[in-house]
């Protein structure tokens, strides 16, 4: 199982959100290469990067930091998120280097979209599943759709996506732990690859994952708790190893 760290960026720089809300942001790093750098020293062998401004915008907005890191770290795959609603964006970021494209927002409200982009682009595509309570939340988790995330993402595998992230907002950036139960029920409704996402706090979540990592859980995502020192990066990579 890869341990994933998380880099939101918000005007240039590296912060953590609480559920999503950009007013509720705290801000690490004005130097996001630099902090991808210390990831990758640590044993990170994928980045997950997040346009939050782009997010809300509807189009890239941190493309120049983003095409940065990448260029940094050419050997560490990266997958990026946050305002990617076209084909140019998508073919942008495969030519800067990004390994993996995140569909969020667009997956839910144009689900065609999905079905093109993933014949266009084989084996690029991850499909974004944020969800509280079993139902798809969207427009950067200000709204609840009425889909539920089994359904949608079962769609999305017959569309040819490489993997799902699946994100509970109600423990994202919250330090309350992986909603572990949710995550796994999810991962063996379907045959492509579960990202988790949302809550991870410390080894015991790892440690929790890893033991429902043969539904097809391949990796986790951590954000806050690694700012924060609950969880040490490298060691926590080595147990997700393991698994």
């Not at 609603?85 to 927002?105: H, M, N, P, S």
């Not at 799902?164 to 139960?181: A, F, K, P």
């Not at 706090?201 to 097809?216: F, K, Q, W």
Request: aromatic share 6%; charged share 25%; hydrophobic share 45%.
């Amino acid at each position: 199982m890869l341990l994933i760290p998380a880099i939101d960026l918000k005007e240039g720089k590296c912060v953590r959100l609480r559920q999503g809300r950009m007013e509720d942001d705290t801000v690490f790093s004005d130097d996001p290469v630099a902090v991808a750098g210390k990831w990758v020293a640590a044993g990170a062998k994928r980045i997950h990067l997040v346009d939050l401004d782009g997010a809300f915008a509807g189009k890239p907005k941190n493309a120049a930091v983003i095409h940065a890191i990448v260029n940094a770290y050419p050997d560490v795959p990266v997958q990026i998120g946050g305002g990617i609603r076209d084909e140019d964006t998508i073919q942008g970021y495969l030519d800067a280097g990004v390994q993996y494209v995140i569909i969020g927002t667009k997956a839910v409200s144009e689900p065609h979209f999905v079905r093109d982009v993933a014949l266009e682009f084989p084996g690029h595509i991850i499909v974004g599943l944020d969800a509280k309570d079993g139902k798809v939340a969207v427009d950067g988790w200000s709204k609840l759709s009425r889909h539920d995330v089994i359904d949608l993402a079962q769609h999305f595998e017959e569309d040819g996506v490489e993997a799902i992230i699946y994100t509970d907002i109600s423990r994202d950036g919250m330090m309350s732990g992986v909603n572990v139960e949710a995550t796994a029920k999810l991962a063996r409704a379907i045959r492509i690859p579960v990202i988790a996402s949302g809550g991870i706090t410390n080894m015991d979540d790892i440690r929790a994952l890893g033991a429902v990592a043969d539904d097809g859980i391949i990796g986790a995502i951590t954000g806050r708790a690694i700012y924060e020192g609950t969880l040490d990066f490298a060691e926590a990579e080595k147990l997700a190893e393991s698994f």
